[in-house]
């Protein structure tokens, strides 16, 4: 397989698939593939080094995951996830779809609204909904946050221990497996709700977007409503490392895959929902949240674009290719850890999702 | 049981593959379930997991919306056209 990495971007109209060899210096545009469908999410298999998931969810006979089994020349319309007959919920979309752990090569997991896990274990052709999470018994506390639903659309999955996953809800919280699925406990500690009266519940928190470490065990990280988080799976609560960002808000957040103590966010102002007047930037920690530094060579000086929870990505290069895509259809990368950004794409419709394939 | 004729319009013709279904039923629920079995691919966009109708979805029995007759449950003579119509929504 050739060496590269593709940037898959789901748009509210269709994806886009960007292609680039090993260098991340030219890149070439595929799209749209399911023209007029808003996708909310594409995500790669590494496992396999082939597989593509799609979670299309057109408006007009409903949503559909689609796979492809070559790096997207083609796709097939897998089964739709499904509540049980006679459950309270009714399957309206897809929010996320991820590979299951190295360890369990056919799993897939994938998030749905409203608020729901489901397992796929033939590499995404069916779907079983996880009813000891989607029935748990707090789950009449979760609210629907901004998008006007409840959604599962965080799901970590260890990469130290397949039975270890954490997923995050909005506005529901995070929740914890240990034993692959069978039970689920709330996993907030440390986390804040600022918008309830109880400002630490235990459930109920907007997470925004949560990722674990993709090669290191144990690692998770969250970009949460008001705040943002680091927690160890070995630690009792998630350490706030909000200080000495710009803004106390933002959707896009994603973890160095070479250093757990690396990871990055995008600010946006709360009220309005976009960049700060100094324009879309996107934020580096290396040293687990204590510092915090603007990374913007390269952007568009003052350029109030907003990214989505979904928005960004790293690939797995050295140095790590960083990419964002905002809602005015702008696709941002930059080669080198975030030295400098360049634009590979422009007037794409709104982009929902930014995520990679890295092809060794 | 008459014969009547399924008639699919946007998204719906693209799903099926074709824009005209002939299928023998004595109800609209039943043109639909047959249609379905005709184009398989058509099942899940037009009914959910529970089996109700999807939303933004408009079916008519001549030139009659079936939520001001009797639903699925409206009867079919022979002739008779079941027309499946996206609905207008999003402005």
Redesign the interface.
Known sequence: MKKGVVVMVGTRKGAYLLRSNGERDKWSEEGPLFPGEPVYHLSFDPRDGESLFAACNQTWGGPKVQVSRDLGKTWTVASNPAFPKGHRNTFRRTWHIEPGHGKTPNVMWAGVAPAGLFKSSDRGMTWEPVLSLIDHPTSDQWQPGGAGETALHSIGVDAGDPNRIVIAISAGGAYITTDGGASWRPWNEGTRAEFQPNPEPEVGQCVHHLVSHPAKGGVFFQRNHNRVYFRNADEQRWIDRQEGLPTNFGFAGAIDPHDPDTAYVIPLDERVRLAPKDGIAVWRTTDRGKTWKRLDKGLPEGAQAEVMREGMATDRRDPVGIYFGTVNGEVWASADGGKRFERIAAYLPPILSVSTATLE | MSQVTVLLR???RD?AGRSRVPVEAATVGEALDRLAEACP?VR??LR???G?L?E??NVFANEEDIRRLDGERTALREGDVVHII??V??G
């Open positions: 946007g998204a719906y799903f691919a899940e966009r959910d997991e529970h109700r999807r933004h979805l996206p609905a929504s999003g």
